[in-house]
């Protein structure tokens, strides 16, 4: 198998990682078809995310699942990039399990340590045997695909998902400042009606 850049590599990693996890007892066959994987440069502080739409379905606006999980692109190393894949996809599988629990909280760490992470539940290591599975898997997709300098189609690529999140963030703000809304409008109706029927009850008891 040929890799060209580095979100091929990780997308090729993610199949392998699929069987990991059920190999371990977690059905990610489920969702593997909702998850997307980009490597994008989101700077130094953090190796990766994954998002979902958990403010959306905590109104009951958007019920299905989507998971958005980044790799940063400046991590320089395939086990290292792989191994933030699996911590990201550990998130998807407790979000699907579990919903809205604690990010790294017991049911997460149910999940990592059954995959072979370890360390702290924030900052996850891959254990020894992991390293070696992910070598492996190295060896039959091809080298982690590193250069500073990214091509120019790749820098597209980054921009375009960027934006991408930010119209995804402006559309779900949206949506919620419109489900604020509409529930000040039925609120107030609702108080109004309320008010008409305790006047209505008061004329009917005191009018005579």
Known sequence: MKIKNKNDYLRAMFKKIVLLFEDNGFNI???????????VD????????CSWPESIIAYGIHPSEDYKIVVNERIDDGVDAT???IHEVCH???FHLYGNV???GKEFKKIALAVGLEGRMTQTTPSRELVSQIKEWERDIGQYPHSLKTSKSFEISNYVY???DCIEYMIDFILFILFLSICVVFGTFIGEGLG??????LYIYFKE
């Open 102 to 104: 604690a990010f790294h």
């Open 29 to 39: 066959s489920e969702i593997k078809k909702e998850i997307q994987i980009n490597c």
């Open 42 to 49: 989101i700077g130094r502080r953090v190796d990766g995310y």
């Open 92 to 94: 998807a599988m407790q």
């Open 162 to 164: 960027k934006l991408g």
């Open 196 to 201: 008409y029927i305790y006047d209505q009850i």
């Open 83 to 85: 191994a933030v894949l």
